[in-house]
T-cell receptor
Framework: GNSVTQMEGPVTLSEEAFLTINCTYTATGYPSLFWYVQYPGEGLQLLLKATKADDKGSNKGFEATYRKETTSFHLEKGSVQVSDSAVYFC????????????????FGQGTILTVHP | DVKVTQSSRYLVKRTGEKVFLECVQD?????MFWYRQDPGLGLRLIYFSYDVKMKEKGDIPEGYSVSREKKERFSLILESASTNQTSMYLC?????????????FGSGTRLTVV
């Protein structure tokens, strides 16, 4: 079956530090890949996505590149802010856009990021 | 603004009680989902529904059932609550054929079973 593995957390950084959160996946076919973010007390929000190999998703200074050869989708940001403190989830869907899909997602375990001033 | 609304943010129930968690969406979405979120385990799919009165088991359906009598409402039922069902429960919805881009989550219900 499908699975997503994220780096162990929590991650604690100082403001303006470089962020990497590793994510690798196992899936059949050609999954779409996502990063979701959960701010304290809120539900999950889509941060960025990529639907095919070599696609780069980006949003709010965050980036992730779909690497089929290494089955990875690592999240990066060049300079984090205190407001980026949240839980980050990597996820995959095993059906690409345009196909019949119920929208089921498989999530990684989540990585807690804390950014200090 | 589009919304998925979960009826309670916090619930405390006793072991053996029947518990109903309600979720309502206002986006006319076909597909609705119930996940539970536990530290270190991420989100795990309990049940989903792709149409009124239609339901499918997810990865961890044991001890749960669901009901979808109207398109906008998807209920999760704990038939006899147990302490290992203490968790955060998240509801989500998405329109059919949108390629998972339009997933909208509710704010979650934190359930404690004592």
């Amino acid at each position: 079956g499908n699975s997503v593995t994220q780096m162990e957390g929590p991650v604690t950084l100082s403001e303006e530090a470089f962020l990497t959160i590793n994510c690798t996946y196992t899936a059949t076919g050609y999954p779409s890949l996502f990063w979701y973010v959960q701010y304290p007390g809120e539900g999950l929000q889509l941060l960025l996505k990529a639907t095919k190999a070599d696609d780069k998703g980006s949003n709010k200074g965050f980036e992730a590149t779909y690497r089929k050869e290494t089955t990875s989708f690592h999240l990066e940001k060049g300079s984090v802010q205190v407001s980026d403190s949240a839980v980050y989830f990597c996820a995959l869907s095993d059906l690409n856009a345009g196909g019949t899909s119920y929208g089921k997602l498989t999530f990684g375990q989540g990585t807690i990021l804390t950014v200090h001033p | 603004d589009v919304k998925v609304t979960q009826s309670s943010r916090y619930l405390v129930k006793r072991t053996g009680e029947k518990v109903f968690l309600e979720c309502v969406q206002d986006m006319d979405h076909e597909n609705m989902f119930w996940y539970r979120q536990d530290p270190g385990l991420g989100l795990r799919l309990i049940y989903f529904s792709y149409d009124v009165k239609m339901k499918e088991k997810g990865d961890i359906p044991e001890g749960y059932s669901v009901s979808r009598e109207k398109k906008e409402r998807f209920s999760l039922i704990l038939e006899s609550a147990s302490t290992n069902q203490t968790s955060m429960y998240l509801c989500a919805s998405i329109g059919a054929g949108t390629g998972n881009y339009g997933y909208t989550f509710g704010s979650g219900t934190r359930l404690t079973v004592v």
